[in-house]
């Protein structure tokens, strides 16, 4: 997704209905209303409900070995 301020996308389980979904990681939530509609997150993709989560911003780690 080359979203506005998404910054990873990955799968996970609902945690009330158990189903599950799509997660949309962003670096902070912004209101709908105040993002270009280019940029919205869809409610699901293909069937599948989308979770919005925000997690900051990411730094690539060096895992050194």
Same mark, same amino acid.
């Given at each position: 997704? %080359?979203?506005?301020?998404?910054? *990873?996308?990955?799968? *996970?389980?609902?945690?009330?209905? *158990? %189903?599950?979904v =799509?997660?949309?990681?962003? !670096?902070?939530?912004? $209101? ?9 997150? $869809?409610? +699901?993709l293909? *069937?599948? $409900?989308?979770?919005?989560?925000? =997690?900051? +911003?990411?730094?690539? %780690?060096?895992?050194? !070995?």
């Amino acid at each position: 997704m %080359q979203l506005a301020n998404v910054t *990873g996308v990955g799968t *996970g389980r609902d945690d009330h209905s *158990g %189903q599950d979904v =799509i997660v949309v990681f962003v !670096t902070r939530r912004v $209101p709908r209303d105040r993002l270009r509609d280019d940029d919205v997150v $869809p409610d +699901e993709l293909d *069937g599948v $409900p989308v979770r919005v989560l925000a =997690i900051g +911003e990411v730094d690539a %780690q060096d895992g050194g !070995t």
